[in-house]
Each structure stands twice: as structure tokens, then as C-alpha cells.
């Protein structure tokens, strides 16, 4: 998916005349092609006749395509379509891609612009990673669990305490040893509710409290949260702002800990990779080739693989003889790969090529990982360790089940 966008974002059409619609699970088909008919009247008033065409003829194909649909699949649909340029003005061709997206659509949205708006698309596939999150001071507490981009609050609650200097008729003493009391049976409190909540989620990453006083330190010391949640704290922040204000807050500065979280399991990961290398246990291999044929033999355990890395491999054909050739190329996307390789002539009787089959490296690895139960890891070049997963080892690596004889 991430890789179709990726695509998708890098085409753009001569115009405003590349079609993007969004239609939500509940929305009814017939109404969307109500809407599609009212846009197609509007667009034969386009003055500049290709640009009229163009997004008539796109308009014609997304209608062709929605009326496959009696109505909208459980996650709704997306379609992009336009004449996309193959190689400059004039040689446009009409695009279509329609896609079942893997969460429901959550609004219909209709634009004709130069580019395919597929941001909506890219929010649903950021990690959709769970985790917990407490936002503590004297006064109120609020708890909530982030999954991907969407917080959802679970409790508010109050701690009922006098403030510190609202000691009234009382002697100080006794005032001071009850508001502890007090303290310590709203930590109690907030802790039970947090227990009960986050163990419930079953893939919980990971707890982050926030706050705006040293409130939130004494929290996440003491014994309040279960010890296999306490584990889990991953960072303790200051917020400007207690309760619900505070969470917003939190998961905005909550990007810069989960990167460094996500390095961290890099690091560590790469770190096994060398430690068995420095060892001599034969249980790794690098290099493309290596790892690919681990791979085919189903031994790999975890493929690491850089996020620089990136490879195609194409079959050209001449259009005029017989010629034929494999190619991979490496540091090209597939998209990059092909126009470089149509761009040349045929070596044998220089007539045009085109390129008959592409296959991305980075895909393909991934796909016989898949097949064999491998895990597959994402290693960026953010680290020293990510670096020489780049430079030393050719972007590709891998750790082994058992050894390799
Ligand atoms: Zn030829």
C-alpha cells in the first residue's frame, strides 16, 4: 500500500484534470454518481479543449468503474483517475486505480486537481501502534490510549485535595498527614483505573505520563501502576496544561520519544546482527544475494534491510527485433528505473524499447520473508548502527534461525 502511494504521488497530470474521490462505507452509490453526473456538466464548460476532454474522459471512466459497486464495500473506496503524461505533453494516457482501503473512509471527498490527493490514504497507514497515556497533576488526572493519530479519553478524574495552604482550623500536622493520605489514595485511584484500561489492549507499546508539576515524577515512581505497565513508561513530560488539554499536548510531543523508541529497537536489532558476526556463530548472512537465497531456504529469522536501499529489476524489450534484456539497477525506484531504460535505444538496431517487466528488490524480499514466516525490519540510516547496515553490508542483512553450514 505504502509503495501504491508512492506511485500515485509521483504522477501528475498537465492540468487540473486528475480525479480523486473518497466514498465512505455508509454513502450510497447511487448518490455519488448523482454527484459524479452534476461535476460531468460542470466540466463541459471548460474552456481549453484537452483539459476538457481529459476530465470528461476521467469522469466517463470513474462512473464506469463505481457502477461495479451495488454499493459501498466495508471500508468504502477510493479512486484515482486521469490522463497522466507517459513522457511529455501529448502522450497522456488514462490512469485508474481503485482501491479498498484497509480502515473505513472516513468522509466523501471529491477534487480534480493536478495530483491525486491521497493523504487521507497515507494518515490511515501510520502505525497503528497503541499506547497509553496519563496526564497527571495535584488537582485532576486524565487517562487515554493513542492508537495511530486518534486519542480516545478514557477517565477524568479529580483528586477531591484541599490545595496545600487551606489548612483551615486544623493543626498542621494533623492537615499534612491526611492530605498525604489523600495524595496517596488518588495515585491508588489513577492507577487502578490505568491497570484496568491499558491491560485490556493487548498490543500496548508502551506508557507516556505527562503533567504539569513534579506530580507526575512521584506517580511514575511509586507502586501504582501494575509492574508489567510500569515497564512500559516510556518517558514522563512536562505539559503546560493538566487533564484533557494536557493529552493533546502529549501526544504532540510524543513523536519526537517514539522515534527515539523506534531507534532504539534499531540500534538493538543491528547490535544482535553484529554480535553474532563478531562471534563467528554462522548465524547471519548480508548482501543481496545471501540474504535472498536464506531467504528461499526459509532459514532467515529476522531481514533487515535499509531504507536507503533500493533496487528494480527490468526486462526491456526492442519493439522493432528480437532483443531482450534483464537489468537491475540499483539506487532506482521501478518508476525512475523504467523511464531511464525507455529512454535508451535498442543496442542492436536502435529501435525503441519498452519495458516489459518490472520487479522491485525491496518487494520481492519482502514477499519471500512473508511466505517463510520471517520478520522484517525497517532500518532507517538515523543511527550509527543504521549507517553501516548501508555501508558495510549492502542494505541487506539478515539473522539466521540456525546456524548455516
Ligand atoms: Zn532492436
Redesign the pocket.
Known amino acids: 500500500m505504502q509503495r501504491s502511494l508512492d506511485l500515485l504521488d509521483s504522477k501528475t497530470g498537465r492540468h487540473t484534470e486528475l480525479i480523486s474521490l473518497y466514498v465512505p462505507p455508509e454513502k450510497q452509490i447511487s448518490d455519488v454518481m448523482n454527484q459524479l453526473r452534476a461535476e460531468y456538466s460542470t466540466a463541459s464548460n471548460i474552456k481549453s479543449r484537452t483539459t476538457r476532454r481529459n476530465v470528461l474522459d476521467a469522469l466517463e471512466k470513474t462512473m464506469q468503474r463505481l457502477r461495479l459497486f451495488r454499493e459501498s464495500p466495508p471500508n468504502g473506496l477510493v479512486i484515482f483517475c486521469g490522463a497522466i503524461p507517459q513522457n511529455g505533453d501529448g502522450t497522456e494516457k488514462m490512469e485508474t486505480y481503485v482501491i479498498e482501503p484497509p480502515e473505513p473512509t472516513p468522509i466523501y471527498y471529491y477534487r480534480c486537481d493536478q495530483r491525486f490527493h491521497t493523504e487521507p490514504l497515507h494518515e490511515m497507514l501510520r502505525e497503528k501502534e497503541a499506547y497509553g497515556i496519563i496526564v497527571i497533576d495535584g488537582n485532576d488526572a486524565a487517562i487515554a490510549s493513542l492508537r495511530g493519530r486518534s486519542l480516545s479519553l478514557i477517565r477524568k478524574m479529580t483528586s477531591g485535595l484541599p490545595g496545600k495552604h487551606d489548612a483551615g482550623g486544623q493543626s498542621a500536622r494533623r492537615f499534612e498527614r491526611l492530605r498525604e493520605q489523600g495524595v496517596n489514595e488518588y495515585y491508588k485511584r489513577i492507577g487502578q483505573h490505568a491497570n484496568d484500561a491499558f491491560l485490556q489492549i493487548p498490543d500496548l507499546k508502551g506508557i507516556i505520563i505527562g503533567g504539569p508539576g513534579p506530580t507526575k515524577e512521584d506517580f511514575s515512581k511509586g507502586e501504582y501502576l501494575q509492574y508489567t505497565l510500569k515497564n512500559k513508561i516510556l518517558g514522563v513530560l512536562d505539559t503546560a496544561y493538566s487533564s484533557e488539554e494536557g493529552l493533546d499536548e502529549v501526544v504532540q510531543k510524543a513523536t519526537e520519544i517514539l522515534k527515539e523508541v523506534r531507534y532504539v529497537e534499531e540500534k538493538n536489532i543491528m547490535q544482535a546482527f553484529l554480535y553474532e558476526l563478531g562471534h563467528d556463530t554462522g548465524k547471519i548472512t548480508y548482501g543481496e544475494d545471501e540474504v535472498r537465497s536464506a531467504l528461499k531456504r526459509s532459514i532467515v529469522r529476522i531481514l533487515l534491510i535499509s531504507d536507503s536501499f533500493e533496487e528494480s529489476r527490468l526486462t526491456t524489450k526492442?519493439l522493432?527485433?528480437d532483443?531482450s534484456e534483464t537489468i537491475t539497477l540499483k539506487g532506482a525506484s521501478p518508476e525512475a528505473a523504467t523511464q531511464k531504460l525507455e529512454a535508451q535505444l535498442?543496442p542492436?538496431?536502435s529501435?525503441n524499447v519498452k519495458v516489459v517487466e518490472v520487479e522491485d528488490v525491496v518487494d520481492e524480499l519482502a514477499n519471500l520473508a512473508e511466505s517463510s514466516g520471517a520478520q522484517i525490519e525497517i532500518i532507517s540510516t538515523q543511527t550509527e548502527e543504521g549507517n553501516m547496515l548501508k555501508n558495510g553490508f549492502g542494505g541487506v542483512a539478515s539473522i539466521l534461525r540456525f546456524r548455516q553450514e
Open positions: 526492442c522493432n527485433c532483443y535498442c542492436k538496431c529501435g
